[in-house]
C-alpha cells in the first residue's frame, strides 16, 4: 500500500492586539517555547519560533491533514491563555484577527529560519509594517489596506 508523503514549510506571522509592544524579553523564550509545544503537541513540527515585542514569526513543518487556520487559531487562543494565566501583563492580553501564512521549499529552510532567528536585529531596520507589506508583495498576495494589521504610526 502506497503512503502519503509531504514537505510543507510555512512561515506564520500574526500581531499583538492593536499593535502593542506587550511581549516582555524577560518571558519570551518562555512563550515561545510554549508556543513550539502547541505545534507539536498537533503533531507538526516546530522550526523555530521568534519574534518581537508586537509580533510573531513561526516557521513549521506542516503535514497536509492539519488546516494552517486551525493550527494558528490554536496557537492564538492557548499562548494568548497561557500569557493571561501567567499574568505576564496588566489586563488581558490578546491577539490582532488575522495572519500571514506564507510558504517555502525545502531549500529555504536556512535562511527563513536565519531570518526568524535575528528577528530583533532585523526590526532595528525595519518596521513590523514595512516587513508584513514587503511579504504580501513578494509572495504576490493582493491585499485590502483596511483589512490589514492595526498598525501603529510607525
Do not use: C
Amino acid at each position: 500500500m502506497a503512503g502519503t508523503f509531504s514537505q510543507i514549510y510555512i512561515q506564520i506571522v500574526f500581531a499583538v492586539k492593536g499593535r502593542e509592544n506587550l511581549i516582555g524579553k524577560h518571558w519570551k523564550d518562555e512563550l515561545f517555547k510554549y508556543i513550539s509545544g502547541i505545534i507539536t503537541k498537533k503533531g507538526q513540527k516546530s522550526i523555530i519560533v521568534n519574534g518581537a515585542s508586537d509580533h510573531v514569526h513561526i516557521f513549521v513543518g506542516l503535514k497536509p491533514a492539519m488546516a494552517i487556520s486551525d493550527l494558528v487559531r490554536d496557537i492564538k487562543n492557548n499562548s494568548s491563555n497561557f500569557i493571561n494565566d501567567k499574568k505576564f501583563v496588566k489586563g488581558k492580553f490578546s491577539r490582532q484577527e488575522g495572519y500571514g501564512a506564507f510558504s517555502y521549499a525545502h531549500s529555504q529552510i536556512e535562511n527563513v529560519y536565519l531570518y526568524i532567528a535575528n528577528q530583533e536585529e532585523h526590526h532595528k531596520k525595519k518596521t513590523f509594517k514595512h516587513e508584513y507589506l514587503d511579504f504580501l508583495q513578494k509572495f504576490e498576495i493582493e491585499y485590502n489596506e483596511k483589512y490589514l494589521f492595526e498598525w501603529i504610526d510607525e
